[in-house]
């Protein structure tokens, strides 16, 4: 079994549709995948949420949602301000580690960003990822100011001891600026490591065989796709710019 905890720098950021890449070439794969959204914000009851975006990208249909809150606010904030239960951080440790049990992927894709606040105790997805001693792949956008939000991102985890499994630019442009190119090297540099991955902008509005050749193509070995970081870096190369 293996868990793997799916964050971002910030909202916005493309974490779903990194979730949804790594699913579907899991699945692709033959291997069996459930995606946890411990808690859905800002969607109404029956409406779709981020695991239905997964389910349309990705083909899976192993999906669970533990709680569902109307604000688009974190889910202790959106919790308190509809009156709904908010999560309860013993259950959805025992939950995740019961599909572990049974599948050999578990994603599992928070709201918002490491510490946004789930419940009004102060649990937070670094203290899931610790519980279940997972590794956490970070979504990160590529503009000018991710460096900051970045690094302070990998301090925390690092002061809690987890685990990195790798940096993924969520949404990466046709035509990146000047920011954009010289921020490779530097979240590389940040995270001690290569880049994991480099998604297409617009990856969320492919059709499901559109998107596994993008998942693939923007993925590295590591998470199932061929994404080469070295020829990433070179292809972006400042002295190329202009």
């Known amino acids: 079994m293996s868990i793997v905890v799916v964050t971002g720098t910030n909202t916005d950021v493309g974490k779903t549709i990194v979730t949804a890449a790594v699913a579907t070439l899991a699945a692709t794969r033959g291997t069996s995948v459930a995606v946890v959204k411990p808690a859905q914000t800002g969607v109404l009851p029956g409406e779709p949420g981020d695991l239905a975006t997964v389910q349309r990208l990705a083909g899976v249909s192993d999906l669970h949602e533990f709680a569902r809150y109307p604000y688009p606010l974190s889910p202790a904030a959106a919790s308190r301000l509809s009156g709904i239960r908010s999560l309860d951080f013993d259950d959805t440790v025992r939950r995740v580690r019961e599909l572990a049990d049974t599948r050999r992927l578990v994603l599992v894709e928070g709201a918002g960003g490491l510490l946004v606040r789930n419940d009004e105790d102060g649990s937070t997805l670094a203290d899931l990822a610790h519980a279940l001693r997972a590794p956490v792949l970070l979504v990160a956008h590529p503009n000018l100011g991710t460096l900051n939000i970045a690094a302070l991102t990998l301090e925390a985890m690092a002061a809690r001891g987890l685990e990195l499994s790798g940096i993924v630019l969520g949404s990466w442009p046709e035509d990146p600026d000047l920011a954009m190119r010289s921020n490779i090297r530097d979240l590389e540099t940040i995270g001690a490591r290569p880049l ?47």
């Open 196 to 242: 994991a991955g480099a998604l297409p902008a617009g990856a969320g509005a492919l059709s499901a065989p559109e998107f596994l050749l993008a998942a693939r193509a923007g993925l590295a070995p590591a998470l199932g796709g061929t994404f080469d970081p070295a020829e990433f870096r070179q292809t972006w190369d400042l002295r190329k710019a202009g």
